[in-house]
Nanobody, 119 residues
Framework: QVQLVESGGGLVQAGGSLRLSCAAS????????MGWYRQAPGKQRELVAT???????NYADSVKGRFAVSRDYAKNTVSLQMNSLRPEDTAVYYC?????????????WGLGTQVTVSS
């Protein structure tokens, strides 16, 4: 099994920056993709950015050019650098990892960290 623990987040003014980090533990060699999703009040959880073990990235259109996802394979972490934050970026941000273990696919989530952007 894989466990994910997020850190970072908080309150920031519009135009500011924040950095989120997520540390993976457990069967880390089974992980393929890691990344971030978010869920605002009253809305569905949505993709923010992900990165595969091969380095391919996928970003939501709304964050392209402002957010950057990165992975440290030695430390088993994934980070999200968020710049030029907007009030509409306010949400709970969840770390995500997927992969295969014993031939079965899995999808794991962290507990989430709150990001609030004030106008």
């Amino acid at each position: 099994q894989v466990q994910l623990v997020e850190s970072g987040g908080g309150l920031v003014q519009a135009g500011g920056s924040l950095r989120l980090s997520c540390a993976a533990s457990g069967n880390i060699f089974s992980i393929n993709s890691m990344g971030w999703y978010r869920q605002a009040p009253g809305k569905q959880r949505e993709l923010v950015a992900t990165m595969t073990s091969g380095g391919s990235t996928n970003y939501a259109d709304s964050v392209k050019g402002r957010f950057a996802v990165s992975r440290d394979y030695a430390k088993n972490t994934v980070s999200l650098q968020m710049n030029s934050l907007r009030p509409e970026d306010t949400a709970v941000y969840y770390c995500n990892a997927d992969g295969h273990f014993n031939g079965s696919p899995y999808l794991k989530w962290g507990l989430g960290t709150q990001v609030t952007v004030s106008s």
